[in-house]
């Protein structure tokens, strides 16, 4: 008669316990959600992209893609793993506009994020000195579209440097405008220029850390942070728009896209 072999649960477990079990995970073929939160901050020659954080399990990037228009062709210009991607191919005076896609270790990739920024790059300056116009009146004055300090009373000078029985100012002329926009951290911390405020006096009394916004005689904006603030002299960062009539001095985020886009890489 043939022995029966009866396996026990617990012999059962070691022999499977040998052998090995693969188990495969479900295929997912549903793409990430549109990255949300996209931002843009211009600066010289250059572009910073961010966004908020997909929470996918198997997220495995973003794509970024630029257009010369908001509703015109979208390019694919880079990929990362991060959220936050830079533009080094922007260049200053043209408009850029920027959207945002997240894709899967499997390939999927969302649609396009529903914020569309634009971002103006535009040039910027460091540690400009200016005399006040009393002591030195040939580096007194600053010309924001040539990058220039020159004499306070030039044709072209858009602020100068005055101290005035110990109070010191930013002064403008009469077809210019100037604002003293309060403390700031950096020079990123101005989003837009004003539209009402200005001086009526034509003047802004300098206070170390301030950042004030100024409204060219040719319809152009600036801002400046004061870094250093002396009785004889002041110097600030600079930032200056090359677009006329364009008062944004930091990117803001576009209203949500109101159709699916066509992505046209080739």
Not at 52 to 72: I, T, W
Not at 100 to 111: I, R
Not at 225 to 252: E, G, H, M
Request: with cysteine.
């Amino acid at each position: 008669m043939k022995s029966l072999t009866v396996f026990t649960g617990l012999s059962l477990a070691l022999l499977v316990a040998g052998c090995n079990i693969h188990v495969n995970e479900p295929f997912d073929s549903v793409p990430p959600a549109p990255p949300q939160g996209v931002a843009a901050l211009a600066g010289d020659n250059i572009v910073t992209v961010s966004w908020l954080p997909n929470r996918e399990h198997d997220l495995a990037g973003y794509k970024v893609y630029v257009g010369g228009s908001y509703s015109g062709r979208y390019d694919l210009i880079g990929t990362t793993h991060s959220t936050q991607f830079v533009d080094r191919g922007a260049r200053n005076g043209d408009t850029y506009y920027y959207t945002v896609t997240a894709y899967d270790l499997d390939g999927y990739e969302s649609e396009l994020s529903a914020d569309v920024v634009a971002a103006t790059p535009r040039p910027e300056g460091f540690d400009v000195l200016l005399y006040d116009y009393r002591r030195d009146s040939t580096r007194a004055g600053y010309d924001f579209s040539t990058n220039s300090v020159g004499l306070y009373s030039d044709n072209y000078t858009d602020l100068f440097y005055e101290n005035y029985q110990g109070i010191l100012y930013l002064d403008v002329w009469n077809d210019t405008d100037i604002q003293d926009m309060g403390y700031a951290g950096s020079l990123d911390e101005i989003l837009r220029a004003p539209t009402t405020g200005w001086s009526p006096t034509k003047d802004a009394q300098a206070i170390g850390g301030h950042m004030y916004v100024i409204r060219t005689h040719d319809n152009h904006y600036a801002k400046l942070r004061i870094v250093v603030l002396t009785a004889a002299w002041v110097k600030f960062d600079w930032a200056y728009q090359l677009v006329p009539n364009d008062p944004d001095l930091k990117s803001q985020p576009r209203a949500p896209l109101t159709r699916v886009w066509t992505r046209e890489l080739y």
